[in-house]
């Protein structure tokens, strides 16, 4: 399964998916790590482990409409079957979703549709509620909206600080993205194995 990642971040969950001998044994091959912002240590992360990466800095176009086109003209040529985001902090457009339908696939680290958008987890720790967790699910034209495929409850302790938290959200989404793309794989083997007459 032919897959390219977004990050703009830390790349964490990058960094899960893309050391996973699981998920390279199933068939996952990441064929290129998309990132917007220059200098960011998910850039390094990918280069370590040879993964290639496109930089697409929205500063050097003049809409957001033109900066997808541009990843669109990127990623065209690689046969993509899914795009997944992991911690990329842009708004999608309808360029690549036109492009792209049903095959892009977000984590945000809420029980959505709860704390959307941005700092979520602090969002969280701060309104007193005793639970958050984390949303995986399809993408559309809204922020944090669209089909869920997979929701996890973090428990939010008397005992926590915002770091405590944030590190059980990871480790959560961590855990769930692999889950959900070891099974996205697998949907993909057996559509395949259908389509070519294969019991």
């Excluded at 897959?3 to 050391?19: C, D, H, K, L, M």
């Excluded at 068939?27 to 990466?53: F, H, M």
């Excluded at 040529?77 to 999608?92: C, E, H, N, Q, T």
């Excluded at 559309?140 to 915002?162: A, H, M, N, R, Y």
């Amino acid at each position: 399964m032919k897959v390219a990642i977004f990050a703009s971040g830390n790349g964490t969950n990058f960094e899960a998916i893309a050391q996973s001998e699981q998920l390279a044994n199933a068939g996952l091959d990441i064929k290129v790590l998309v990132c917007d912002k220059p200098g960011a240590p998910v850039i390094s992360k990918a280069q370590k482990l040879d993964i290639p990466v496109f930089i697409n800095d929205l500063n050097d176009f003049p809409t957001r409409e033109d900066y997808e086109q541009r990843i669109v003209d990127k990623l065209e040529p690689l046969d993509l079957d899914y795009i997944f985001l992991a911690g990329y902090m842009r708004v999608v457009t309808n360029v690549l979703l036109s492009r792209y339908p049903n095959k892009i696939i977000n984590i945000h680290p809420s029980l959505l549709p709860k704390f959307s958008g941005l700092n979520a987890i602090e969002r969280a720790f701060d309104s007193g509620d005793d639970q958050t967790g984390v949303t995986i699910h399809y993408i559309d034209e809204g922020v944090d909206t669209g089909p869920v495929i997979l929701q996890e409850v973090v428990p939010i302790l008397s005992s926590d600080t915002v770091d405590t938290l944030e590190q059980r959200v990871h480790e959560n989404e961590h855990k769930m993205y692999l889950k959900v793309i070891l099974d996205l794989i697998k949907n993909e083997s057996e559509n395949n194995n259908f389509e070519k007459g294969i019991d």
